[in-house]
């Protein structure tokens, strides 16, 4: 990637929502989006962060916000696996008063891994780690866009990871990480009481509703399974996993089914494969009876 200044046009429109602590991050959704990217940083001897900007921001706050999305990336790809593409990011000033990041999303598209962040750049650097919302747009990038028709796998995913990722960042210890999503998931549980629809259905339902926190917990379900069973019975963590998945399958994987099978792969089980026939099959009070 040569530096330089590439101005790109991308033209579209979205329907955001925004709450406190709730993961209403969305991604491949249309966006008005047109500004000057900028190559800065390289990151690896091939791939960087390529910025672009929306509103006034001074020098100072711009400075602050390369700081912070460059330890977040850094740390997303030690956690994760090293990303192999640069990552387009587009900061768009905020005003919000209630959080530092109120929103974000993720994009794939035309060959270019975007990430979308409304930013209020009066924050300080620490108010912008410890806000979870630009952690879990760079997890979203980890694997390919799985259709909205997956978004709860895509966003419990992505939930689960970004606090893997702040915990390696010294954000969390395994210990908060660990009550942290018992917490959330029991606050979620209440919603998957079904015995007749399956933990999918009721999370498409939740998200037709517009519940979207507790469908984005509920789903970390299926990921905090994994973990958990890896931690018992291999000593490694899910994370582990996906450092390995970056330079196998990352590229090629399309689907949900290639991810799911790339994961066992990895893994050298069909552990994913066997819980996701339990998540499409059973109902939802059934997942979370263990929660």
């Not at 929306?54 to 330890?71: A, L, N, P, R, S």
């Not at 059973?282 to 263990?290: K, W």
Request: net charge negative.
């Amino acid at each position: 990637m040569k530096q330089g200044i590439i101005t790109l046009f991308i033209i579209s429109t979205f329907v955001a929502c925004t709450a406190t602590e709730n993961d209403v991050n969305q991604e491949e959704e249309d966006v008005l989006m047109v500004g000057d990217y900028e190559f800065v940083e390289n990151l690896t001897n091939d791939y960087g962060l390529i910025w672009s900007w929306e509103g006034e921001f001074t020098t100072g706050e711009q400075e602050k916000v390369k700081d912070w999305i460059t330890e977040v990336s850094e740390a997303t790809n030690n956690t994760l696996g090293q990303y192999g593409f640069d990552v387009y990011v587009n900061i768009i000033r905020s005003n919000s008063k209630n959080r530092p990041v109120p929103f974000g999303f993720a994009r794939r598209r035309e060959g270019k891994n975007q990430v979308h962040l409304y930013v209020n750049p009066t924050a300080t650097k620490d108010e912008l780690l410890r806000d979870w919302t630009a952690q879990h747009e760079f997890s979203h990038l980890s694997i390919p866009f799985l259709g909205s028709k997956n978004k709860w796998f895509s966003e419990g995913f992505a939930t689960f990871l970004s606090r893997q990722t702040m915990m390696d960042q010294g954000l969390y210890t395994q210990v908060e990480f660990d009550s942290l999503y018992h917490s959330k998931i029991t606050e979620a549980k209440a919603y998957y009481n079904s015995s007749t629809k399956t933990f999918i259905e009721v999370s498409d339902s939740l998200l037709d509703n517009n519940v979207y926190s507790h469908m984005y917990w509920g789903s970390t379900t299926f990921l905090f399974t994994i973990d958990k069973r890896l931690r018992k019975e291999r000593d490694i963590r899910f994370v582990d996993i996906m450092k390995e998945y970056q330079p196998l399958f990352r590229d090629s994987d399309k689907s949900i089914k290639d991810v799911i099978r790339s994961f066992d792969k990895v893994i050298g089980e069909d552990w994913c494969w066997e819980l996701m026939a339990v998540y499409r099959n059973n109902p939802s009070n059934v997942i979370m009876e263990d929660y």
